[in-house]
Every structure is written in C-alpha cells, then in structure tokens.
C-alpha cells in the first residue's frame, strides 16, 4: 500500500509537458504546475500570437504571465526525490536490457534517471542526490538519461559536443574546432539552435498554413459532394419523372392514334355498307328496267312501242346513280410507315441528345494525371469517334461506318442540311469530345488537314470563318508529303520530322492539352498545345481539292 502512495504521489508531481518529476516548479494563473524551463519553451513558440494557453486545459492568458518558482512545491519535491528510491520496488530500481545504467554503481547497477552534461555521467537516483545537495553541483546542466545523450559526446575527444560547424554542417566539441575544423566557419550549438527554431518557426508557419488551406479545400470539397449527391439524385429524379412524361405522351400518341384509326375505320365501314345497300337498290331497279325493255322489245303493237319507248330509254340513261360516284376507300397501310418515320426521328433526336447527356454528367479526375507515354497507354483512352453525314461536304464521300472520307470528283447527293460544309472540303466528328481521349488519323493522298473544332465554327463564307486553323474556333496539323505545319487562328507554325501516313491525337480537355504525333514503329511528339477549351471539341478532317483522281481519304482509327 505504502509502495502504491507512493507511485501515485510522484504521478501527481510530473510535469505534462516533459513527462518527468516536476523541476523548478511554477504555478500558472489556471493552477496547472510545470517545469519552469518546459513552460517558459512552450510559451516562446507562442510569442508571435502574443496569446498564452495552458498546455492542459487550454485557459488563455494576455499578457504573458510572470513565472515564479513554487518553494511548496520545490520541498515537496525534494522530499519525493529522496524517498522515491525507497519506496520503488526493488526490481524496478535495476537496470536491464534497453536501460541506461548508473555509472557510479559499483555492484548491480540501478537504472540512471539524469544524464550530467558537465560530468559527462549518467546518476540513479541514490547517486544524483548530490546534484541535487551541492551548490557547486547544482549549477550542472542535467538532462533525461537516455542513449540518445550518449551520443552528444564526441567519439574523438570524449567532450560534450556543444559547437556546430557551419562548414561541414556537424556538431563539434572544443577540441575539433581547434583541431580538424580549425578556421571553418564555428557558432555555439546553441546560437545555431535559435536560429533554426526560427527557420522550424517560419516552416512551422508554411505547414499551418498549408493546412488552413487544406482543410478549406477540405470543406470545401465536402461541400461539393454534398452538392453532387444532392445535383445526382435531383437529376435522377427529374429524369425519371421526364422519361415517365415521355412515355406518357407516347401512350397518349398510341391511344389517340388507336382511336383515330378506329374512328376513321368506321366511318369508312359505315359509308361502304350504305354504299353496298343502294347499290344493290340501283341493281334491283336496273334489273326491273331491264324487263320492261325485254317486255316491251317483244310487243306486237307498233303504235304502243312507239309511244313507250322514249320514256323507258330515258329512263334507262339517267346518270344519277350511286354507282357514278364511287370513290376509292381510303386506306390505312400507310400509317404503319408514317409511324416508322416518327419513331426513327424521335430515336435520331435522343440520339443526338444522348452524346450531350453523356458530356455535361462526365466526371473528369479531380487531380490532373501525367500524359501517357506509350503507345498502349494512350489507347487506354481511346474514344470510338465517327464521321457526321450532316458535316460533310458534298466532294466527300463517307464508308458506311462514317468512319472513312474519300475525296470524290462528283458531287455526293447529301440532303441539304444547316450543318453542312459548303465551301470547305471538310467534315466533322459525330461525337463531341470531352475529357482525355485519344484517336489516329490514317491518311493517303498528297495530304490531309487533321483538326478539332468547336461545333459553331463557320459553315459558310471565307476561309477565315469556316477553315479548319484559320480562325479561334479551330486548331489543325496540316500533312503535306514533305513537310508538317501547325494553324491556330491564321498563325502558322512549321513543325521539323518525318511525314508519316498515320497521326495520333491526344486530347486532354480539361487539362486545356492537344498532341499531335507522327506513329510509325515509334510515338514521335510533333506539336503540343496549352490553352483552356471553353466548348467541347469535334474531331475534323479536310481534303485538299488538288488531290482528284488519286484517290485521297482519310479514316479515323480507334485500335493497332
């Protein structure tokens, strides 16, 4: 019991700061206790702020408190100090392994608690006493008895190393800096010690820093997601309930398409069957006609003949009858086409649509990521990118997959269209291109014009408001069989390499980062772009008109 008051009252007396019995104790304003020299530290780093706190319970304190030793304390302590050796349990009181030993013990050696920088000694409790005891003793700097002051001895000299040699960037003792660090550029550990705290101070102050800004972006980015969970289930919802007012509206389509069809069925039916209905009373009326002539044709009486003949002949040459005005009844086999046509445009409008739905909801990575190196590496971000028949100009015949345009000397029949090149001989992509993508350009011919354009570059008018590089909207690698030039926006820019018939592009929209390279056995960079793209980009090819005849094309490749 006496053993555990003990433990208990020097637990009660360590200083929260170094973990250690209480030395030159001071009582701040709070009531906390702590080492004179462990407070007056803490509080130098606090200097700048000019606010004070208590390490424990955070109580601030403006102006810095004055610092007084505590006598009670002190005495109590001393008191400890010499029956603490007593009341530890004896195998506590002994070194063993990963223990600093007494060096004054001469039989089984205690554990060491101070290490005396001026002895250059490690003391156990029994063996500091006199530190504490002398005046001469007690003016010895003493410190924790660890390993780690062990290696504050220089191996050389056997001094404590309390000089720092600027020049080899190493703590000396006296002797070295007479000796091997003789005129090297010397400050006392100490001096040098104050002065990286500054440095520690000012890094100290970036990492705050730092991390304000980190944790705004933190909160912000928290925020963010917030928002995007909030954005994606409220889009969800406002698309279930669209769709769902989509399909509405095409059941009411059904439903009133049904009716009209049956309504116009019987109608017609009903026409047909009064039809039907006089036309067998025209018959049956002809057929009584008939046997009055056939009566009348087989009379002997000339005189009545003549008198009844006039009469049934107009009778039988009257042109009111139903079956003069007949029309043809109407037919329903065109409604199944017309229908076909209706739900083609409907699907080419969602279509169409689908590919932006696809851009605005598109998550990009938040943090950039390095631009591939390898040919394989940049097909991982290959896009499937087709010819748009509505961009092309009428010189340019597409494949069937839209994926080939082939120079022609007649013109294509293209239905006209507000998209459609006029006088450029160009084409666009279907696809719009966002994000990081990656295709290859496959040409032959005497040359060809590889681009990204925005969509509402020009599609009339002079070169400058619809060519591909010759205005802002656009960005081209001209290939010509000798030579390679890149156009922005009419600024031309040659560009040295070997002409390949196959071209790869990179794009990274976000990033504002367009690559053109030559692809053969090797990826060979020809030109890179940095700007910001405000729109997403289309891929575009342009055939030169002076190729006719040598069969001049151009195909977009998504694979080796």
Same mark, same amino acid.
């Given at each position: 019991?006496?053993?555990?008051?003990?433990?208990?009252?020097?637990?009660?007396?360590?200083?929260? +700061?170094?973990?250690?019995?209480?030395?030159?104790?001071?009582?701040?304003?709070?009531?906390?206790?702590?080492?004179?020299?462990? +407070?007056?530290?803490?509080?130098?780093?606090?200097?700048?702020?000019?606010?004070?706190?208590?390490?424990?319970?955070?109580?601030?304190?403006?102006?810095? /408190?004055?610092?007084?030793?505590?006598?009670?304390?002190?005495?109590?302590?001393?008191?400890?100090?010499?029956?603490?050796?007593?009341?530890?349990?004896?195998?506590? $009181?002994?070194?063993?392994?990963?223990?600093?030993?007494?060096?004054?013990?001469?039989?089984?050696?205690?554990?060491?608690?101070?290490?005396?920088?001026?002895?250059?000694?490690?003391?156990?409790?029994?063996?500091?006493?006199?530190?504490?005891?002398?005046?001469?003793?007690?003016?010895?700097?003493?410190?924790? *008895?660890?390993?780690?002051?062990?290696?504050?001895?220089?191996?050389?000299?056997?001094?404590?190393?309390?000089?720092?040699?600027?020049?080899?960037?190493?703590?000396? $003792?006296?002797?070295?800096?007479?000796?091997?660090?003789?005129?090297?550029?010397? +400050?006392? *550990?100490?001096?040098?010690?104050?002065?990286?705290?500054?440095?520690?101070?000012?890094?100290?102050?970036?990492?705050?820093?730092?991390?304000?800004?980190?944790?705004?972006?933190?909160?912000?980015?928290?925020?963010?997601?917030?928002?995007?969970?909030?954005?994606?289930?409220? *889009?969800?919802?406002?698309?279930?309930?669209?769709?769902?007012?989509?399909?509405?509206?095409?059941?009411?389509?059904?439903?009133?398409?049904?009716?009209?069809?049956?309504?116009?069925?019987?109608?017609?039916?009903?026409?047909?069957?009064?039809?039907?209905?006089?036309?067998?009373?025209?018959?049956?009326?002809?057929?009584?006609?008939?046997?009055?002539?056939?009566?009348?044709?087989?009379?002997?009486?000339?005189?009545?003949?003549?008198?009844?003949? /006039?009469?049934?002949?107009?009778?039988?040459?009257?042109?009111? @009858?139903?079956?003069?005005?007949?029309?043809?009844?109407?037919?329903?086999?065109?409604?199944?086409?017309?229908?076909?046509?209706?739900?083609?445009?409907?699907?080419?409008?969602?279509?169409?649509?689908?590919?932006?739905?696809?851009?605005?909801?598109?998550?990009?990575?938040?943090?950039?990521?390095?631009?591939?190196?390898?040919?394989?590496?940049?097909?991982?971000?290959?896009?499937?990118?087709?010819?748009? /028949?509505?961009?092309?100009?009428?010189?340019?015949?597409? @494949?069937?997959?839209?994926?080939?345009?082939?120079?022609?000397?007649?013109?294509?029949?293209?239905?006209?269209?507000?998209?459609?090149?006029?006088?450029?001989?160009?084409?666009?992509?279907?696809?719009?291109?966002?994000?990081? $993508?990656?295709?290859?350009?496959?040409?032959?011919?005497?040359?060809?014009?590889?681009?990204?354009?925005?969509?509402?570059?020009?599609?009339?008018?002079?070169?400058?408001?619809?060519?591909?590089?010759?205005?802002?909207?656009?960005?081209?690698?001209?290939?010509?069989?000798?030579?390679?030039?890149?156009?922005?926006?009419?600024?031309?820019?040659?560009?040295?390499?070997?002409?390949?018939?196959?071209?790869?592009?990179?794009?990274?929209?976000?990033?504002?980062?367009?690559?053109?390279?030559?692809?053969?056995?090797?990826?060979?960079?020809?030109?890179?772009?940095?700007?910001?793209?405000?729109?997403?980009?289309?891929?575009?090819?342009?055939?030169?008109?002076?190729?006719?005849?040598?069969?001049?094309?151009?195909?977009?490749?998504? @694979?080796?």
């Amino acid at each position: 019991m006496a053993q555990g008051g003990t433990q208990l009252d020097s637990a009660k007396f360590c200083c929260s +700061i170094c973990l250690d019995l209480l030395q030159d104790p001071v009582t701040i304003p709070c009531g906390h206790s702590y080492c004179m020299s462990c +407070i007056k530290a803490c509080w130098d780093g606090e200097e700048q702020k000019k606010i004070y706190s208590c390490p424990q319970c955070r109580q601030t304190f403006t102006p810095r /408190p004055v610092l007084v030793k505590s006598t009670m304390l002190a005495e109590l302590l001393e008191e400890m100090k010499k029956t603490r050796l007593q009341a530890a349990p004896p195998d506590l $009181c002994y070194a063993g392994p990963g223990d600093v030993a007494c060096d004054v013990c001469t039989t089984r050696k205690r554990k060491a608690l101070r290490f005396c920088q001026v002895c250059l000694a490690s003391y156990c409790e029994h063996h500091l006493q006199p530190h504490y005891d002398a005046p001469p003793l007690k003016k010895h700097k003493l410190v924790e *008895a660890t390993v780690q002051p062990q290696e504050n001895i220089c191996s050389r000299h056997g001094e404590v190393m309390k000089i720092f040699c600027r020049t080899d960037q190493q703590c000396i $003792c006296y002797l070295c800096s007479m000796d091997g660090h003789n005129g090297h550029d010397t +400050i006392s *550990a100490a001096a040098e010690r104050t002065e990286r705290q500054k440095e520690l101070w000012v890094s100290r102050q970036k990492v705050h820093k730092k991390m304000l800004e980190t944790h705004k972006n933190l909160m912000s980015l928290h925020q963010e997601v917030k928002s995007i969970l909030f954005s994606a289930d409220k *889009a969800v919802e406002d698309s279930e309930k669209i769709f769902t007012e989509l399909m509405h509206f095409i059941w009411r389509r059904k439903v009133d398409v049904k009716l009209h069809i049956r309504s116009q069925q019987k109608k017609e039916v009903s026409q047909g069957v009064a039809l039907l209905k006089r036309l067998k009373q025209e018959i049956d009326e002809l057929r009584r006609k008939d046997a009055e002539l056939e009566q009348l044709s087989h009379t002997e009486d000339h005189i009545h003949f003549l008198q009844n003949y /006039p009469l049934l002949s107009c009778l039988s040459e009257s042109t009111d @009858s139903p079956s003069n005005n007949i029309r043809p009844l109407r037919s329903f086999e065109d409604v199944p086409a017309v229908m076909s046509k209706a739900r083609d445009k409907l699907q080419a409008s969602l279509d169409e649509e689908w590919s932006e739905i696809m851009r605005v909801t598109k998550v990009d990575d938040l943090l950039t990521q390095p631009e591939p190196k390898t040919r394989d590496e940049f097909f991982q971000h290959s896009c499937p990118i087709t010819l748009d /028949p509505n961009t092309a100009h009428t010189r340019l015949s597409l @494949s069937k997959q839209n994926r080939k345009a082939t120079l022609r000397e007649k013109k294509q029949s293209y239905p006209s269209h507000p998209d459609r090149f006029v006088e450029m001989w160009q084409v666009l992509s279907k696809e719009s291109l966002t994000g990081r $993508c990656y295709w290859e350009v496959e040409w032959r011919g005497e040359g060809v014009l590889i681009a990204v354009s925005y969509k509402d570059i020009g599609r009339t008018g002079t070169d400058d408001a619809c060519g591909f590089g010759c205005n802002d909207k656009s960005w081209a690698l001209d290939c010509y069989m000798k030579r390679y030039q890149f156009t922005h926006n009419n600024i031309v820019t040659p560009i040295q390499g070997q002409v390949s018939s196959r071209v790869g592009v990179y794009l990274d929209h976000r990033a504002g980062i367009l690559s053109f390279y030559s692809v053969s056995e090797t990826m060979t960079l020809l030109h890179r772009v940095q700007t910001t793209f405000t729109q997403p980009l289309y891929a575009g090819l342009w055939l030169p008109r002076f190729s006719f005849g040598n069969g001049a094309s151009a195909v977009l490749c998504h @694979s080796k």
